[in-house]
């Protein structure tokens, strides 16, 4: 992520919009060599980091917008700051997945009220029921009946519908901090996304692993 963001700043001298939309589920805690864990490091910590480093352009290049893709099983996620480091692990993968979604809402609105008066805007959204291979890492049984249930899902270009609609379209102008859901209406998030001081929490455990907290341009 530092490298990409390195090369990026390095190359590009606008941003105009960008996109968090990383996203791994079913896999069974595992710890990183910078002692944080897979699922919420790639879900959370990724996007965070991402997004701080490249924040000075994307100010820079305002008007501009930063999109997060989340899920509407954020509802069911819990904040618990010790996930991001494997020290306590949720009950099972899709409530980890779950947590990590709610996280992504979390930072939305913090980042949002953290950048009020820039020019840019920072929503989130719920893509829908989008049949990826994002089950690739769940047991084989629960694999066949996604793929069986497929038939009733939105294909990736549908899926893809709402997050372009943040991305692009004339009618979120003006619109930050926001949840948008896959029909691209606005939506309430849950009571824990719109916790300010769960935000604050999570915000400065996030600055704390990504090192942020001592050099943002590193």
């Not at 701080?52 to 100010?59: E, G, M, R, S």
């Not at 980890?96 to 009220?113: D, G, P, W």
């Not at 719109?194 to 692993?209: N, R």
């Amino acid at each position: 992520v530092r490298e990409f963001a390195r090369q990026f700043r390095k190359e590009e001298h606008r941003l105009d919009i960008l996109v968090n939309n990383a996203g791994i589920s079913g896999l069974p805690v595992a710890p990183t060599s910078k002692g944080l864990e897979l699922l919420f490091a790639t879900n959370v910590l990724g996007p965070f980091l991402l997004t701080n480093l490249l924040l000075d352009t994307i100010k820079a290049s305002a008007p501009a917008r930063i999109v997060t893709v989340s899920s509407f099983m954020h509802h069911k996620g819990t904040v618990n700051t010790k996930f991001l480091t494997g020290e306590e692990w949720p009950a099972n993968c899709s409530q980890a997945y779950n947590s990590s979604k709610l996280m992504n809402v979390v930072f939305t609105i913090e980042l949002a009220r953290r950048l009020q008066g820039t020019g840019v805007a920072v929503n989130c959204l719920n893509p829908g029921v989008v049949k990826t291979n994002i089950m690739r890492h769940f047991h084989w049984a629960v694999r066949l009946l996604f793929n069986i249930c497929g038939i009733f899902m939105k294909s990736a270009e549908e899926g893809a519908v709402s997050t372009l609609y943040c991305a692009v379209s004339k009618e979120v102008e003006g619109i930050t901090g926001k949840y948008f859901d896959s029909d691209c209406s606005l939506a309430l998030p849950s009571d824990r996304a719109q916790d300010p001081g769960v935000a604050h929490k999570l915000w400065d455990t996030l600055e704390q692993l990504t090192g942020l907290g001592n050099s943002r341009a590193e």
